[in-house]
C-alpha cells in the first residue's frame, strides 16, 4: 500500500504506466522462472546482504515451497499468502528502499524482512508460480484500498493477488492489509483498477475485464528488475 497525494484521474493514470510496465516484468519473469530457483545462489545471496536471519527466512521458504508442491492449489495459495504475511513486515518503499516506486524482488522483501503492497504481492506471485500454480488462475491486482473509518477515510493505491478457481470465478484475494483469503465480491474496501498477469493486461473488474495488448513502454526498466532477478538465482 502506498500513500499518495493523487488525483482520482491522476492515480488512474499512474497506475496505468505502473501496470503496462509491470505485465512486461511478468512476462520476462515467467520465462525466467522455467528452471526453477538456485536455492544456493539464494541463500547465499540473503547472507551476504542481510544477514545470517535472512538466510535462515531463506531457508524456510525454501521449505514452504518443498513442503507445499504436492497440495491442491487452495492450500497452497494459503500456506503461501499466511508465510508471505507473517515473514515481511510492511514499510513504505521510500523508507525501506529510499524511493517511491520501486519494486523488490522476493530475495529483497525476505532478505530485509520488510515491503510495501508491491512487493508482498510480487513475492506471493512468484512463490506460487515456483510451486507451479497456472499463469491463468492468478492476477496481480492494482486497486483502491479504502483505509479508515465510514467517515474519514483515504483512498489509496494497493496491490493484490488475485486466485481464480475457474476462468468465471469471483477471485480469491492475497492481501497484506486483511490475513484472511475472500473472495473479491467480500472485499468492499478494495476498488480494483487494473489486473495482469504473465499472459496480459485487463482493465476493470478481474471477473469482468477484458484482455488488453502492451506495448514495449518502459521496457528497459523493467529488464533492470528481470536482471536483477535473475542475477539472484531466480532462473
Known amino acids: ?5 493523487l488525483s482520482d484521474k491522476s492515480m488512474k493514470r499512474a497506475a496505468y504506466s505502473a501496470l503496462v510496465l509491470a505485465a512486461i516484468f511478468f512476462m520476462g519473469v515467467w520465462v525466467l522462472m522455467a528452471q526453477g530457483p538456485d536455492y544456493e545462489r ?5 547472507r551476504q546482504r542481510y544477514g545470517e536471519q535472512a538466510a535462515q527466512t531463506l531457508r524456510e521458504w525454501q521449505k514452504l515451497i518443498a513442503d507445499a508442491r504436492g497440495l491442491e492449489d487452495l492450500e497452497k495459495i494459503k500456506r ?14 521510500i523508507t525501506t528502499w529510499g524511493g517511491d516506486n520501486y519494486w523488490a524482488t522476493p530475495l529483497e522483501s525476505l532478505g530485509r524482512g520488510q515491503g510495501d503492497c508491491k ?14 500454480v497456472p499463469t491463468e488462475r492468478m492476477r496481480l491486482i492494482y486497486v483502491r484500498a479504502k483505509i479508515g473509518s465510514f467517515i474519514s477515510y483515504d483512498m489509496v493505491p494497493h496491490m493484490v493477488v488475485g486466485y481464480f478457481p475457474t476462468p468465471d470465478a469471483d477471485p480469491l484475494i492475497l492481501d497484506n492489509l486483511d490475513p484472511d483469503i475472500r473472495p473479491a465480491s ?3 474496501d478494495l476498488f480494483p ?4 498477469n504473465s499472459d496480459g493486461l485487463w482493465i476493470g473488474k478481474p471477473s469482468e475485464s477484458r484482455s488488453s495488448h502492451t506495448g514495449d513502454t518502459g521496457l528497459s526498466k523493467w529488464r533492470d528488475v528481470i536482471a536483477r532477478m535473475q542475477a539472484e538465482g531466480f532462473e
Not at 500500500?1 to 497525494?5: D, G, H, Q, V
Not at 539464494?42 to 540473503?46: N, R
Not at 499466511?82 to 513504505?92: A, M
Open 1 to 5: 500500500m502506498e500513500r499518495l497525494a
Open 42 to 46: 539464494i541463500l547465499q545471496l540473503a
Open 80 to 93: 503461501v499468502n499466511d508465510f508471505l504475511n507473517t515473514r515481511v513486515r510492511y514499510g513504505d518503499n
Open 119 to 132: 512487493g508482498y504481492a510480487i513475492a506471493k506471485y512468484v512463490t506460487l508460480k515456483i510451486l507451479s
Open 186 to 188: 467480500g472485499r468492499g
Open 193 to 196: 483498477i487494473f489486473s495482469f
